[in-house]
């Protein structure tokens, strides 16, 4: 992909800035909801609840909701939803001070952050290709920033956070969370207005949400790229749920070993992130993609099959850091081809679909490495990522690819000035 637009425009500095903060937040709060729900009961199923709850917005309202956001603008849709979240957190917040803490309530409260999550993050997946007039070359470079600071923030600075604010008090790390939605919705109210989708014909809100998923299932590329990220979760999750035993029994690693192995993951989806842009533009976009789903399916398999804690620490760099710029190409593109009025939809779509495919990859984990033996959940999960190479190579080739640039820009007029900036292409004030 090339583009004659090099800067990114001041608005996504801002935008970038309130995710951010919000990712912190996120992290913080992340560690600290199970630790708070353990402060009440050592129930496992009331534990699975509220970690449960959270994704439930997804798989309940996930294109409904993509639906909402492509009738709404969605700057406002994201400053409302953070603000809403930030008076929501005072709620247990203030059970915490007077020590009326539930389950319950925890497991209410975790559902709301994901039903606002789910408005906020589907607003601003549509809302950045309408900043960046939807140039290809700059969806990558933005959306390498925006997956590297959340990555940063909500996997490596987040987490111990929440963990020591909690020893302060148990309403603190919640609070911490609220003031940090305050001050990305205050951040996302300056962003630039985008322009408002072309109204459809007069349609219920269900028939909408029916013609957004259609439009997926019925386009090769768009298929292709919400597939790669739901057979990656049953993979990853697979993985996941037997990762701590498997470390534990067949590697020796103790609990402080455990957490140096994820931060190793965690480390190279940084990498992946940050050469994502380059990857692209050296083997195209579609070679791109289907070369990570081999590097991810091998790095599994050296997984499986890693003699010490070392190597398996390598093979799960190498895994995240394909993750990670799979995490940066594929949406990027999906920005680009997608047209304004139906990208809510779109992005809801694939989002609903690798959620719901992830207690899929827990199961059958959990299945393999009872059934057989504990290497096995990652010998089917490096199968199945080996397998998505060749899907990959078909639906989403750098023939397809192109094609679909191309049909994406003759349908905008291959209008790519930054929101914001309707003058000229390269300013005073780019970032």
């Known amino acids: 992909m090339t ?55 997804w798989l309940l309202f996930g294109v409904l909701g993509g639906a909402l956001v492509d009738r709404w603008d969605r700057r406002r849709t994201m400053w409302v939803a953070d603000t809403a979240r930030a008076v929501l957190l005072a709620i247990p917040a203030v059970a915490a001070a007077l020590d009326a803490l539930s389950i319950p309530l925890l497991a209410a409260v975790a559902f709301l952050l994901g039903l606002g999550g789910l408005f906020f993050d589907t607003a601003a997946t549509a809302y950045l290709p309408d900043l960046l007039r939807r140039d290809p070359a700059l969806l990558e470079r933005a959306n390498s920033r925006l997956r590297g600071a959340q990555t940063a923030m909500s996997g490596f600075a987040g987490p111990p956070a929440g963990s020591a604010l909690l020893a302060l008090g148990r309403a603190v790390p919640l609070l911490t969370d609220a003031v940090s939605f305050l001050l990305s919705a205050l951040l996302v109210r300056t962003l630039p207005a985008a322009p408002r989708p072309v109204p459809e014909v007069r349609a219920s809100l269900l028939r909408q949400a029916r013609a957004g998923a259609s439009y997926v299932f019925r386009d090769r590329v768009l298929l292709g790229l919400a597939l790669r990220p739901a057979v990656g979760n049953v993979s990853f999750l697979a993985v ?126 959990g299945w393999l490495a009872t059934a057989y033996d504990i290497r096995t959940p990652l010998y089917a999960a490096a199968a199945l990522l080996l397998a998505m190479t060749a899907v990959t190579a078909s639906m989403t080739s750098n023939r397809r690819v192109e094609a679909a ?24 004030g780019l970032v």
């Open 3 to 57: 583009s004659d637009i090099r800067k990114l425009p001041t608005g996504f500095g801002r935008l970038w800035t309130a995710q951010t903060i919000s990712s912190l937040g996120d992290g913080v709060t992340h560690a600290a909801l199970p630790l708070l729900a353990l402060t009440l009961t050592r129930d496992p199923m009331a534990l699975a609840v509220v970690a449960a709850a959270g994704t439930l917005p």
């Open 240 to 365: 996941e749920t037997v990762l701590a035993l498997f470390a534990h029994d067949r590697l020796g690693i103790d609990t402080y070993g455990f957490g140096l192995l994820l931060t190793a993951e965690a480390t190279g989806g940084l990498l992946g992130a940050g050469i994502a842009s380059a990857l692209g533009r050296r083997l195209g976009t579609g070679t791109a993609l289907t070369c990570t789903a081999a590097v991810e399916g091998l790095a599994i398999l050296g997984l499986a099959a890693a003699p010490n804690p070392y190597v398996a620490g390598l093979a799960l760099a190498v895994c995240g850091a394909g993750m990670g710029a799979t995490m940066v190409l594929a949406p990027s593109l999906r920005q680009a081809i997608v047209p304004a009025r139906l990208m809510g939809r779109v992005a809801s779509t694939s989002r609903m679909l690798a959620m719901c495919a992830a207690p899929l990859g827990a199961f059958l984990g």
């Open 405 to 428: 640039l191309r049909a994406a820009a003759r349908a905008d007029g291959q209008d790519r000035t930054p929101v914001g900036n309707p003058a000229q292409k390269s300013a005073p």
